[in-house]
């Protein structure tokens, strides 16, 4: 299970709409890991000149890891925080989250770092099996 639902937002949920900052919250105490780092991997995009800012520091620990892999595979969980942190993720291996300007999305480093090659360059053996 990707999120732990309180019992409240879960109602809230099955009689309609639920807010995005409800949803993040959620996120926020169910996935802790890996809403650090998105937190911090945009907090670095706005504070720094650079095109795009990234994480490239493995998980601590497993649990870790799987929190990173559930946040960024659901569309709901990921699109939550991109809205909520105002940027476009981007994921590659098991850990490397980038956050990029939305306006950055079409343009050529963010093609380039969401490419197949980009995807096949960044590839070693100790993260096969991550």
Do not use: W
Request: aromatic share 6%; proline share 5%.
């Amino acid at each position: 299970m990707s999120l732990d639902v309180p019992t409240a937002l879960l109602e809230q949920a099955e009689r309609g709409e639920v807010s995005d900052e409800e949803f993040v919250e959620c996120v926020r105490n169910s996935l802790p890991y890996a809403y650090e780092v998105v937190s911090r991997v945009a907090a670095d995009l706005r504070s720094g000149t650079a095109e795009f800012a990234d994480n490239r520091t493995p998980p601590p620990d497993e649990t870790a890891r799987g929190q990173l892999l559930r946040a960024m595979a659901s569309d709901s969980i990921r699109g939550g925080l991109e809205r909520h942190f105002g940027v476009k993720l981007a994921f590659q291996n098991c850990h490397r989250v980038a956050a990029f300007p939305i306006a950055a999305v079409g343009g050529d480093t963010y093609s380039t770092f969401i490419s197949t090659r980009a995807q096949l360059l960044n590839q070693s053996p100790e993260l096969r099996n991550c």
